[in-house]
């Protein structure tokens, strides 16, 4: 049962909150403001006040009558990756043991009666784990749930026992299989009844049944507490086995669990233990070296990025106000590692004591935050918020919103591509609807040399690669106006380079300018190229200045930044 909302919460808050998550826990990526309302139990007007000022942050997209969430959404998730400072820490250690042992490695936070996946180091093969960074799964089923168990207060157990009750197939866990079938599902189907003879009272709520679920997870609870470690032995599927250690910060609590995971193809639970426990203990003596030697985290910014209080303005009563605040105070937690006090948020965010107080109350509440005594931090919980999901999205699922967005603005065909060899390879792209348009597909691949964005990628490569993929390509002159001569292509990429931009005309085909700007991330790399693409009839350079490039460049940014923000902590690769 949900606790009742302190009087000093931030209802707008919450129920934009509870939209994002609605949107992130439903199957369908689109969700219609009518099913919002319907999951969350909010007025309909009030899911559309919700809905609006979201779209306006970023962070929802509506598409005709849909919504959809935006990879913006996963810097919540960021932010609680970066201020527990956990991935930036023991990352390397766990690529570096899966390359070792070659099998999967995750790292795992407690997440209240689950288990979160804050790092995935998978092996590429046709059965491998397909877990993902913030997938939460149930304590009971997986390796670390038992570590974490350890430690658990008697209140946290009866949490656990109340969820057991009320979810006995798990169906709150999306990530794993639901409990239907045989075995241990057969156990699931009796839990189900024996909730209903609590219901009626005919059975003790706090008893545990021998040889239940339950009984069994307490079980292993007691032999992790005595042997340091946890094994699965197929709890979550068939054929999935892993062994887990638990890692420990400076106090010795236990802050996260290392795991290896493995098929049972490769490995019984007994041998995977054999093989990898060694390896496993030497990484996390090396974990908890590199945790003590985190350097004490700076003072936080003097200001983060907070929403543009002239929305307030322009849409009146339709924009949330509170909503945007409560959200920046969020984002303000991750600005740093650890704990942030009060003073130091309300100073981040720009808002009053009061306010930033209220809202912290709220998420706090909520379960995305704690009170510490040094300040306020985040807790796993926020990557309930759709990181998982987000985090899968391909690079044209990224790019395509901006692209169309420029389309729209400049009626032209407008694509991304990135540096695959001596050519470009287009990764996405959007049509202008006109009768005269550039036919080109997602996968078409161009000599770099004689496109735009091949010019805007070559002029990005240090120069020693620069000078010898000068050397190397044989240039031929496709039209007659391509630049085919090393001298005059040195100069091309001389002045892509300097001006932040290319222009062909005419020299991949005749009647076909373009013009391209970079993709850079969140350090500046250039990554991928964005251009659009235009009959030579309407490509005058004068036009293509004026009017083309400003809006490209802006479509470029918002890109790379949608980019950044998937990759931070999942190491996505343009694909």
């Known amino acids: 049962m949900t606790a009742p909302s302190p009087d000093e919460s931030v ?22 403001p009518s099913d919002l309302a319907r999951e969350t139990g909010l007025a309909r007007s009030t899911v559309d006040r919700v809905a609006t000022t979201l779209v306006r942050l970023g962070l929802l997209r509506s598409d005709g009558r849909d919504l959809l969430l935006t990879p913006r959404v996963m810097g919540f998730g960021n932010a609680y990756l970066a201020s527990c400072g956990l991935p930036e820490a023991l990352t390397p250690h766990a690529l570096a043991l899966a390359d070792r042992l070659d ?78 079938g045989t075995g241990d599902d057969r156990r699931a189907e009796a839990a189900v009844i024996e909730a ?26 007691r032999t992790a507490r005595e042997t340091g470690l946890s094994v699965d032995d197929q709890l979550i599927e ?15 609590a236990t802050v996260c669990a290392l795991s290896v995971v493995s ?15 060694p390896r496993m203990r030497a990484t996390v003596d090396a974990m908890e070296h590199a945790l003590s030697r985190q350097t004490p985290p700076p003072p936080p910014p003097d200001t983060v990025a907070a929403f543009d209080s002239s929305l307030k303005e322009e849409l009146g009563s339709g924009f949330l106000q509170s909503l945007a605040r409560g959200l920046d105070v969020l984002r303000a937690l991750g600005s ?4 942030m006090s009060l003073a130091d948020t309300a100073r981040a965010t720009g808002l009053p004591r009061a306010t930033a107080r209220r809202a912290l109350i709220t998420l706090q509440h909520l379960g995305y935050a704690a009170a510490e005594p040094d300040g306020y931090r985040l807790l796993p919980r926020v990557m309930d918020l759709g990181f998982a999901r987000l985090s899968q999205l391909t690079t044209a699922q990224i790019a395509r919103p901006h692209l169309a967005a420029l389309v729209a603005q400049v009626h032209e065909s407008a694509s991304v591509a990135v540096l695959d060899g001596d050519d470009i390879r287009y990764v996405a792209r959007v049509t202008a609807s006109r009768i005269m348009r550039v036919d080109i597909t997602v996968g078409t691949r161009f000599p770099a040399y004689a496109t735009s964005m091949g010019r805007v990628l070559l002029a990005a490569l240090p120069e020693p690669e620069r000078l010898d993929h000068l050397r190397r390509v044989a240039l031929h002159r496709i039209t007659p106006h391509t630049k085919a001569t ?9 002045a892509a380079a300097g001006d932040g931009w290319a222009l062909v005309d005419q020299e991949l085909e005749e009647g076909l300018c373009s013009v391209a700007v970079p993709v850079t991330d969140d350090h500046g790399r250039v990554i991928a190229a964005a251009n659009v693409a235009l009959p030579a009839s309407r490509g005058t350079a004068d036009r293509i200045h004026d009017t083309v490039l400003p809006p490209l460049r802006e479509a470029a940014r918002r890109i790379g930044a949608d980019l950044a923000e998937v990759a931070r902590f999942t190491g996505s690769r343009i694909r």
Request: hydrophobic residues 40%; contains cysteine; glycine residues 6%.
């Open 11 to 32: 209802r707008p808050l919450e129920r934009g909150l509870a939209v994002l998550r609605a949107m992130a826990a439903d199957p369908s990526p689109r969700q219609r």
């Open 103 to 180: 099998e999967s490695v995750s790292i795992a936070v407690p997440d209240q009666d689950g288990v979160r996946f804050i790092t995935q180091a998978p092996r590429r093969r046709s059965m491998a784990v397909s877990f993902r960074i913030g997938d939460l799964l149930p304590a009971e089923r997986c390796a670390p749930g038992a570590l974490f168990a350890t430690r658990w207060t008697e209140a946290e157990r009866d949490r656990w026992l109340t969820r057991r009750r009320t979810d006995p197939l798990d169906s709150g866990f999306p990530a794993v299989p639901r409990r239907t």
């Open 196 to 221: 209903d003879s609590i219901e009626t009272g005919s059975i003790e709520a706090g008893s545990i049944k021998a040889g239940s679920i339950e009984a069994d997870f307490e079980e292993r609870v």
């Open 238 to 252: 068939p054929g999935l086995v892993a062994v887990a250690l638990p890692v420990r910060d400076p106090s010795g």
């Open 263 to 277: 098929h049972t193809s490769r490995h019984t639970a007994t041998s995977l233990a054999q093989h990898a426990l």
């Open 336 to 339: 740093r590692r650890g704990a």
């Open 486 to 494: 090393v001298p005059a292509l040195a100069r091309a990429l001389a």
